[in-house]
């Protein structure tokens, strides 16, 4: 649609390009405006910005106001600011739209338009928990390895406070605190022995060596300090603070807050409160449907016991293929001719992949990857290796299974935390002075008798005590794609040496039943996997990285 000069200077505003087949929207639009334009334009054929102006001049039917013409005067002048305020008519609309058609006919798509901003300070680790399980929640939360935590960091829930357990908590989680500061201590005297100053100037980039001692010895001093941090996390408890910035879409925050206020937990429900509260400020037309959920209180409250099952079995780390498509590479090539060819229907693929030699598959497999680099996350543009699933439990601790469950497009599930199932001991631990062994065994088994005496009443705010040494398993459902992207992401050398460890734990355990992966068509026993993947003849289908650098850059 052609505009004329003026309606094109006021739409500028707002977008980015009044002309172009593809514009961005400035966020000088309120995200209401947005998500109310976004639903006009789903359901007739004019463009969005045609929608938009229809807001300026005030000419939406139903929802007329007068004044438009002088609007985009002062629009096109820049006489407005911001510039949303020509439109406060336009936010009325949106609220009326969606108070009319989300609330009445519940058009949940209009708000997954609305992406809504959030920020929790001094929140614990179990809230960032039940905050990964939001697939469309996006999120930074602070870093154990760059952050030292005091007892001033320690989330002291009310309800087992106000009971005759409060005491018990409360020293828990003070010894626990204490107990990391001195494995801190333990852990900076251990690596300034094993990685003097000296040595690790030697690995520095140039710019670092050209620095003056003091600022070198700074930077020394932060990556010593990190790799400490790493060690002495095991011994922190999940309460623990933390502060977290996402964002999400209003479909899910709507359902986030009707979940969350019949948590169990009481820092959940006030939360739940909090995040109705503010995000309401911000699309209070959205936020309707935000009730307590009693369905899914009852889920998160265990359905009454009713699933209680035998004690758990201590485990050690180590990873388990639950489930996997035993025609998966068959599969994979299907998709994959399927995707690149004119017609056909996946059936007519799959029995033409079966017919085809392991050469021939292999071949395609090398010129689907040949042209990848590291920095290629993905297999291929579309799904076509993420169709093919598998379903993998990895057995860790719970610091590593925090870093885990991040990844938000695999389907994951998990139990309630507890020292039930062991602990985990770092290899490092038993280099270091004795007296460290001595402390973190001893804190694990105080605290495990007290976790056992607080998750008698309180069994689910036991698992504020439950520090990251606590052996905890993941449940993955995941396609290859996925999976591939996974054990990349998090093998990296600069990644926690823990979860490293799972990572080459689950490519083991996947080359063995995919041995395709690797380009074998049969996985060669005998050898250490290392060694299966130095001499690997395909490379980048599911990259591995090995290499170590011994510090933290």
């Known amino acids: 649609m052609p505009y ?7 739409l500028e505003a707002f977008v980015t390009s009044a002309t172009d087949p593809i514009a961005a929207v400035k966020n000088t639009l309120p995200i209401e405006v947005f998500g109310a334009l976004g639903s006009f334009f789903s ?50 609309k949106a609220q009326a739209f969606f108070t009319e058609y989300y609330g009445r006919y519940s058009h949940k798509s209009i708000a997954n338009t609305v992406w809504i901003p959030l920020i929790a300070t001094n929140v614990s680790q179990l809230f960032a928990k039940e905050l990964a399980y939001d697939q469309l929640a996006f999120f930074i939360e602070q870093s154990t390895r760059y952050v030292e935590f005091d007892k001033k960091n320690v989330f002291y829930d009310p ?21 990391y500061g001195e494995m801190i201590a333990y852990s900076i005297a251990y690596y300034e022995q094993q990685i003097p100053f ?60 009707a979940a969350w206020k019949g948590h169990p937990l009481a820092e959940l429900q006030e939360a739940a409160k909090l995040i109705e509260e503010h995000a309401g400020k911000i699309a209070p037309s959205l936020l309707k449907y935000t009730a307590e959920n009693f369905y899914y209180r009852d889920k998160l409250h265990g359905y009454d016991g009713i699933l209680h099952a035998k004690p758990p079995e201590e485990f050690s780390k180590g990873v388990d293929i639950i489930h996997y498509d035993r025609d ?18 996946l059936r007519q693929r799959l ?39 598998l379903t993998v439990e990895i057995r860790s601790d719970v610091g590593a299974i925090r870093d885990l469950r991040r990844h938000q497009k695999n389907d994951r599930g998990e139990s309630l935390l507890t020292l039930e199932n062991g602990w985990y001991i770092p290899p490092m ?75 080459f734990n689950l490519a083991e355990a996947v080359a063995k039943i995919y041995p395709w992966l690797l380009g074998y068509e049969k996985y060669p026993e005998g050898k250490e996997f290392k060694t299966v993947c130095d001499e690997a003849p395909l490379k980048k289908m599911m990259p591995i990285r090995f290499e170590e650098t011994g510090l933290h850059q």
């Open 4 to 10: 004329s000069e003026l309606e094109q200077k006021a």
């Open 43 to 92: 359901r007739n054929p004019k463009d969005f910005r045609v929608h938009l102006l229809d807001a300026i001049y005030g000419r939406i039917k139903g929802y007329e106001t007068e004044g438009g013409e002088e609007m985009l005067r002062k629009l096109a002048a820049g006489e407005f600011n911001p510039p949303h305020l020509a439109i406060l008519s336009g936010i009325a």
């Open 159 to 179: 309800q087992v406070m106000g009971s005759k357990l409060g005491d018990v908590y409360t020293k828990t989680l003070e010894n626990l605190v204490n107990a």
């Open 198 to 257: 000296n040595q690790w100037l030697k690995v520095q980039r140039d710019d670092t060596k050209k620095e003056d001692e003091k600022q070198q010895r700074i930077k020394y001093r932060r990556e010593i300090r990190g790799k400490a941090f790493d060690v002495a996390r095991y011994l922190l408890p999940q309460a623990i603070r933390t502060n977290i910035a996402w964002i999400v879409d209003a479909r899910s925050l709507e359902f986030d807050v």
């Open 328 to 345: 998966g590479l068959n599969k994979v090539i299907a998709h994959l001719l399927k995707r690149h060819n004119h017609g056909g229907t």
């Open 351 to 389: 029995h033409e992949a079966r017919d085809m030699p392991f050469a021939k598959k292999l071949e395609i497999l090398e010129r689907v990857t040949r042209l990848r680099k590291p920095t290629d996350e993905k297999l291929e543009t579309d799904e076509e290796f993420d169709l093919v699933k």
């Open 429 to 503: 631990v038993y280099d270091m002075h004795p007296e460290a062994g001595r402390l973190f065994k001893d804190t694990m088994e105080k605290t495990q008798k007290s976790e056992e005496k607080i998750r008698s009443e309180f069994p689910f705010a036991a698992q504020y005590v439950v520090p990251m040494a606590a052996m905890h398993s993941l449940t993955m459902s995941l396609g290859l794609d996925q999976l591939q992207y996974l054990i990349w992401t998090r093998s990296t050398s600069e990644g926690h040496f823990s979860y490293r460890q799972d990572m």
